[in-house]
């Protein structure tokens, strides 16, 4: 059997920030040589896919970030036999969508150049509660609190404690969630979901090793990270970061043979060394990277907004 395309038209396109879904309905007429009974298979596929191709392809035949419709990907087919035609003229509609969004910025003052291209969303969350530590000391320390630090000799400071017995102190502690939605078919020779989850393998309970968006060097743990579906293609990968005034070290006072800590003459705790768990280093910011675009990404974050962002991130 063989069909002519009598006509095609964008019916509908709506474009999108974040927050929605950027969209193009495309209608097109197919006169077949042959009557067709869509009920009977694979007459509807074959009409379908005549029509449009499979579900899931582009709607550019070369998929890129460069143009608004250079991620779109079909997504819905309906078939419609037209009355009268005796089965061999067929109206059909397609939907093709994406999670990208098309973003147009004027060059920055920093010398940044302008752009145009797609971008997949990306979110930041802040929270900030402070954890309660059993203290011995306060400042100021002859030893301040560190990353991987377990000190063998008193950390210094001002005795705190009661004949042995520590204070509770509330230590300041700032969570940062950054979720961004990953394309598992962006690349097939370089990306899929297990890539993403990867990521957050070589992330999950590791110190910052470089700079990482508000954070120097050794100062933030990525705590833990998640890959879960959104649809299709498309998932929703998720960092979970901590800032902690002490890095995640607590105060432990040696103790004698009845397990009490050794005291002095003043009926204070003698010696008190920080204890931390020791963790590896990471260079975080190459979970940017899994974007198509890592350094606008990494400006997304670090802004919160697409909209004047100011220059990049260290």
């Not at 990482?212 to 990525?222: K, R, S």
């Not at 400006?299 to 907004?305: N, P």
């Amino acid at each position: 059997m063989a069909f002519t395309v009598t006509s095609t038209r964008m019916h509908q396109m709506s474009d999108s920030t974040m927050s929605g879904t950027p969209a193009v309905i495309l209608t097109k007429r197919l006169v077949s040589d042959t009557a067709l009974d869509l009920l009977v298979n694979p007459n509807y596929d074959t009409v379908a896919t005549a029509a449009f191709g499979n579900l899931h392809s582009s709607l550019y035949a070369t998929p890129t970030d460069a143009q608004r419709l250079g991620r779109h990907r079909l997504r819905n087919v309906q078939v419609q036999p037209v009355e009268g035609s005796d089965e061999k003229v067929f109206d059909c509609v397609a939907r093709y969508d994406t999670m990208y969004v098309w973003q147009k910025n004027a060059a920055i003052q920093d010398g940044t150049p302008a752009f145009a291209e797609l971008y997949l969303p990306l979110d930041v969350e802040f929270q900030s509660t402070p954890r309660q530590a059993l203290v011995y000391r306060s400042k100021s320390f002859t030893t301040n609190p560190a990353i991987n630090l377990n000190t063998t000799l008193d950390i210094g400071g001002t005795k705190v404690d009661t004949g042995g017995k520590p204070i509770v102190q509330e230590i300041r502690q700032q969570r940062v969630r950054i979720s961004f939605i990953y394309d598992a078919a962006r690349s097939a020779s370089a990306q899929s979901v297990y890539h993403a989850q990867g990521e957050v393998d070589g992330a999950a309970s590791t110190w910052n090793s470089a700079q990482f968006l508000w954070f120097p060097a050794n100062q933030v743990l990525c705590e833990s990270g998640s890959v879960a579906h959104v649809r299709d293609e498309f998932y929703r990968v998720t960092f979970n970061f901590l800032w902690d005034e002490w890095f995640l070290c607590e105060q432990i006072p040696n103790r004698d043979p009845y397990g009490l800590p050794t005291q002095d003459i003043d009926s204070k705790a003698k010696t008190v060394l920080w204890k931390s768990i020791n963790r590896s280093s990471y260079n975080v910011t190459s979970i940017f990277n899994q974007m198509g675009n890592a350094t606008l990404a990494k400006r997304l974050a670090y802004w919160g907004s697409i909209i004047n962002p100011g220059a990049n991130p260290p």
